[in-house]
C-alpha cells in the first residue's frame, strides 16, 4: 500500500518550542502565528527591500512587504476555498475548519520572503558569488554540506533560520510557530547537498533548510507526517499547503510586476489591458465613471484575473490530492492550470521591459558591490582577523563576532546580518565601512 499523509497530523497545531494559548485569547494558533510574523522586525524590514523595482519613489510600486501582504491575501482565498472541499470530503469538521486552511496559507504567505537578503535575487546572487570563490574558503574548516549552504545560499532556508531561530524567543523556537505554518512555509524541505538526484522534482529545485536548521526541521516533519524521500540526507516531501502558498506568490508577482510595468510607464497601456483580459475572460465591465481611467480599467482587470488564476490553481490542488499527499505530484500549481501559456506571455513582457531596465540592472549592480564588500570586511574579521582593520571592526560590532563559536557559526552570523539589512542600511554600512561616509 501507498504511504501517504494525512490531514489529521499536516494541521498540527503543536508549537516549535511549546507555548501556550493567552487566557481569553479568541484567536485560533494559525491566527496567531499570522499576528507574531506582522509584530516582528523582521517582516517590518521587507518595507525597505527590493522587490522588482528598487527604492521606488512611486508609492503605487510594490516592495517586499507589499507583496508579501497581497500574497497572504490571495493565500488566505486559494486556502480557504480548497480547505472548503477537504472538510466536506474527508469529514474534517471536528478537527478543522474551513478558515483554517486559509489561516495556515496566509501566515506561511506572509513570511514566504522574510529571508530575502537586501537588493531582491540579485543580492542572494551576490552572496552566492562571493562564498564562490575557494580563496574566501581557503582557511575556514567547514564540511562540505556547510559550504555548500554559502555557495548556494537561499532566502527560502535564511527564512526558515528567521521563523524558528533568529526572532522573538531565540534558541527556544524562535517566533515559536505552529508546526503546520512551518510546514507550509518550506516549499523546498531539503538541505544544501543531497547524496541522490532529485530529478525533476519542483520542491528540490532549490533548497530550504541550513545545516544549523536541519533537526529543528526534522522535528518539524516528524510532527506533521512529512514523507522522507532519502535516508541518506534531510529531504522531505513538499506540505501540501507549501503549494498553495508557491501558487499565491506566483499568481501575485506575475500580475502585479505586470502592473507595476505600466504604472512605471515601462509597458504600455494596450499590452496590459490585453494580457489581462486574456486571463479574465468576459465579464462585467468596470463602473462607467472607470472606463476612461486606465489605471483603473488595468486594477479592475488585474483583480479579476487573480479571481480566475486562485480558482484554477484551487481546482488543479483538489483533482490532484492523493498525489499530492503520496508524494507524487511534485509541480508548480501555475505551471499545469489552464492559464499557463497566458501567464507566460505576460512573463515573458515583463522579464523584456522591466526586469532588465536600466534603473533594476543599476541597483543589482551596486547590490553586488555592496555585499561583496561587506562580507569582505565582515567575514574576514570573523575568521582569521589578519589585519588592523579587522580588529576595529570586531571592537566596532562585538555582538557579531561570539566566542567560542565553529568557523560555519560565524559566518552564519555574519549572513545572518547582511541577509537582514534593508537595501537603505546596507548601502549607508558600506559607504561607512569603505570611508565614502564619515560619522561628523
Known amino acids: ?168 524567543a531565540r534558541g527556544l523556537g524562535g517566533m515559536r510557530l505552529t508546526y503546520a505554518a512551518l510546514g507550509a512555509f518550506c516549499k523546498y524541505p531539503c538541505e544544501s547537498l543531497l547524496e541522490e538526484d532529485p530529478g525533476a522534482r519542483r520542491s528540490a529545485r532549490k533548497f530550504g533548510v541550513f545545516q544549523s536548521e536541519k533537526e529543528i526541521f526534522r522535528t518539524a516533519a516528524d510532527a506533521l507526517g512529512l514523507l522522507p524521500l532519502s535516508k541518506k540526507s534531510a529531504w522531505w516531501c513538499r506540505h501540501p499547503l507549501a503549494f498553495l502558498v508557491e501558487a499565491a506568490d506566483d499568481i501575485c508577482y506575475q500580475i502585479l510586476d505586470l502592473e507595476d510595468g505600466f504604472r512605471l510607464g515601462r509597458i504600455r497601456y494596450e499590452d496590459a489591458r490585453d494580457l489581462l483580459e486574456a486571463i479574465a475572460g468576459e465579464g462585467e465591465s468596470p463602473p462607467p465613471a472607470n472606463r476612461d481611467d486606465e489605471k483603473s480599467v488595468i486594477g479592475y482587470l488585474r483583480a479579476r484575473s487573480i479571481d480566475v488564476l486562485v480558482r484554477e490553481a484551487a481546482d488543479l490542488f483538489l483533482r490532484e490530492e492523493v498525489g499530492i499527499l503520496e508524494g507524487a505530484f511534485d509541480r508548480a500549481l501555475v505551471d499545469a492550470i489552464p492559464s499557463k501559456e497566458k501567464i507566460d506571455a505576460i512573463t515573458a513582457l515583463v522579464a523584456r521591459r522591466c526586469y532588465r531596465c536600466e534603473e533594476v540592472l ?79
Not at 554540506?145 to 527560502?156: L, M
Not at 559566518?411 to 559607504?431: H, Q
Open 1 to 168: 500500500m501507498v504511504k501517504a499523509m494525512r490531514w489529521e497530523r499536516l494541521l498540527a497545531e503543536e508549537r516549535l518550542g511549546g507555548g501556550r494559548s493567552l487566557s481569553g485569547d479568541a484567536r485560533t494558533g494559525f491566527q496567531r502565528d499570522y499576528d507574531r510574523i506582522v509584530f516582528s522586525s523582521a517582516f517590518r524590514r521587507l518595507h525597505d527591500k527590493t522587490q522588482v523595482f528598487p527604492m521606488p519613489e512611486n508609492d503605487h510600486v510594490h516592495s517586499r512587504l507589499t507583496h508579501s501582504l497581497e500574497v497572504s491575501c490571495v493565500g488566505r482565498s486559494l486556502g480557504t476555498l480548497v480547505g472548503a472541499r477537504l472538510v466536506e470530503k474527508h469529514g474534517l469538521g471536528s478537527i478543522a475548519a474551513p478558515r483554517d486552511f486559509g489561516d495556515i496559507v496566509a501566515a506561511a504567505c506572509l513570511a514566504h520572503d522574510i529571508g530575502n537578503p537586501p537588493f531582491g535575487h540579485s543580492g542572494e546572487d551576490a552572496i552566492r558569488t562571493w562564498f564562490r570563490d575557494p580563496e574566501r574558503f581557503r582557511r575556514a574548516r567547514l564540511t562540505d554540506a556547510e559550504s555548500e549552504d554559502f555557495k548556494r545560499f537561499e532566502g527560502n532556508a535564511q527564512g526558515l533560520r528567521v521563523l524558528t531561530r533568529l526572532q522573538m
Open 362 to 440: 543599476e541597483i543589482e549592480i551596486a547590490g553586488y558591490e555592496a555585499i561583496g564588500a561587506l562580507l569582505d570586511r565582515l567575514v574576514g574579521a570573523a575568521l582569521r582577523p589578519a589585519r588592523p582593520e579587522h580588529e576595529r571592526i570586531r571592537a566596532w560590532m562585538p555582538e557579531l563576532f561570539p566566542e567560542p563559536a565553529s568557523d560555519y557559526e560565524k559566518i552564519l552570523r555574519i549572513t545572518d546580518f547582511v541577509s537582514g539589512m534593508t537595501d537603505g542600511y546596507a548601502v549607508s554600512l558600506f559607504r561607512r565601512l569603505s570611508g565614502i561616509s564619515l560619522p561628523r
